[in-house]
């Protein structure tokens, strides 16, 4: 049984939004930092973006900022990933995941992880 599962994903034209969900338990979410990950085909996994525990702190990847928000909803178990001015280089598979590093911290820290969900942008 997945521990997270990701939502929201699909195929949009460039300049295009989407909005990504993260659902989970409360033994997996309410007391870890988030965050949202992607892979590109033939690429590696790379970072996107990171939530506190509370959603006071937040870090994002230097390709996203200005254009991607994450939240969290700590009530309903959920975080999200507002996706805006979205380009192709977008295109990739997006994981969430919680663990209980800091926004800073590396893909290592995280311990529960979601199937990924695909976002496709056309040009």
């Known amino acids: 049984q997945a521990q997270l599962v990701e939502s929201g994903g699909g195929l949009v034209q460039a300049g295009g939004s989407l909005r990504l969900s993260c659902a989970a338990s409360e033994r997996t979410f309410s007391a870890y930092t988030g965050g949202w990950f992607r892979q590109a085909p033939g690429k590696e996994r790379e970072f996107v973006a990171a939530?506190?525990?509370?959603?006071?702190?937040?870090n994002y990847a230097d390709f996203v900022k200005g254009r991607f928000t994450i939240s969290r909803d700590n009530a309903k178990n959920t975080m999200y990933l507002q996706m805006n001015n979205l380009k192709p280089e977008d295109t990739a598979v997006y994981f969430c995941?919680?663990?209980?590093?800091?926004?800073?911290?590396?893909?290592?820290?995280?311990?529960?992880w979601g199937q990924g969900t695909q976002v496709t942008i056309s040009s």
């Open positions: 995941a919680t663990g209980i590093g800091s926004v800073v911290a590396g893909s290592g820290s995280y311990y529960y």
């Open positions: 939530i506190s525990v509370h959603g006071d702190e937040t």
